[in-house]
């Protein structure tokens, strides 16, 4: 199962690295900083199992520890195919406190910073990470021109609305957009989804596994899906990444985590098979939990 973002094919089963510096809550100033020998063992294992696109942002570091140094440390030299995506727009003082979205102007410090800690001299996929703009074409086309200078190779959007796509297409290619979605969180997003697909365009869900618990991870798990879950001999986290999966060939997934038997299982949801009966099922709980 692959996509292509541009002229990159990736396996639609990822990585996301969001939670990779810390245990516990992602951004939570009380975390605390992951095992260093730990987290490098998970992204080498990633690799090894298949994963060839890994998601990360600048802003993703706890106290002692950076996703994009830790991706850097475990990975470089890159191998070909590894397509490392990242974010750019918000950012956080070294103490951990939240900045106002970067300007357009501040975007490439925000990219050349990323090269810097990823020890690239390109960027293989940069989002726009939107927060309360309702119009993105100024940003958007600072990013076009960093492309047109060779810094990045493909532009995606994250956390944004219809709008904001047809915004960005107006000045050049969008590969992907990410946003908040799962089972049972934003079903709002169904229509988008069916959009992206119409356009060619990857949708990457984030938060696809913690849905509304978001950056604390964790949640109540429903007695639908535990039952699925155990039809198929297969964890509950599984089925919900099966499901996001059945949702179109463009949906591409980006689960983290720390523990490599977390991160073999989600890995490995990529080969389960839901029956037509139980995505309905699992449909339902969708919209009737959203």
């Known amino acids: ?59 993703y570091f706890s106290a002692t520890r950076s996703a994009n140094e830790l991706i850097n440390s475990a990975l470089a030299p890159y191998r070909e195919d590894l397509v490392i995506v990242t974010k750019v727009g918000p950012s956080r003082t070294p103490q951990g406190e939240w900045l106002p979205l970067a300007t357009p102007g501040q975007l490439r410090g925000q990219v050349e910073e990323n090269l810097r800690q990823l020890g690239r001299d390109h960027l293989d ?23 047109q200078d060779g810094l990045v190779r493909h532009l995606g959007l994250s956390n944004v609305k219809p709008h904001h796509l047809d915004q960005a297409q107006r000045i050049a290619e969008v590969v992907c957009v990410q946003n908040s979605y799962g089972l049972g969180h934003h079903p709002e997003q169904d229509e988008f989804i069916g959009v992206c697909g119409e356009r060619g365009v990857a949708f990457v ?8 618990a978001r950056e604390a991870g964790g949640q109540q798990e429903d007695a639908e899906v535990t039952e699925i879950a155990r039809a198929h001999g297969a964890s509950p ?10 949702r179109g060939p463009h949906v591409l997934v980006i689960p ?25 099922r699992l449909d339902a709980l969708h919209l009737n939990d959203g």
């Not at 309360?132 to 021109?145: K, N, P, T, V, W």
């Not at 983290?256 to 309905?280: F, I, S």
């Open 1 to 59: 199962m692959t996509w292509r973002l541009g002229d990159l094919t990736v396996n639609r089963v990822g990585f996301g690295a969001m939670r990779l510096p810390q245990q516990g809550g992602a951004f939570d100033p009380e975390a605390r900083p992951r095992d260093r020998a730990q987290a490098i063992g998970v992204l080498r294992k990633a690799v090894e199992l298949g994963v060839n696109h890994i998601d990360t942002a600048a802003f």
């Open 125 to 147: 996929v940069v989002n726009l990470r939107v927060s309360g703009l309702d119009d993105i074409s100024a940003h958007f086309e600072q990013l076009a021109r960093l492309r």
């Open 256 to 280: 983290g985590t720390g523990d490599p038997e977390h991160l073999k299982q989600n890995v490995e949801a990529g080969e389960l098979r839901l029956t037509p009966e139980e995505l309905a």
């Open 205 to 212: 869900p984030f938060f696809a596994l913690t849905g509304a």
């Open 237 to 246: 986290a599984q089925v919900r990444l099966a499901w996001t999966l059945a």
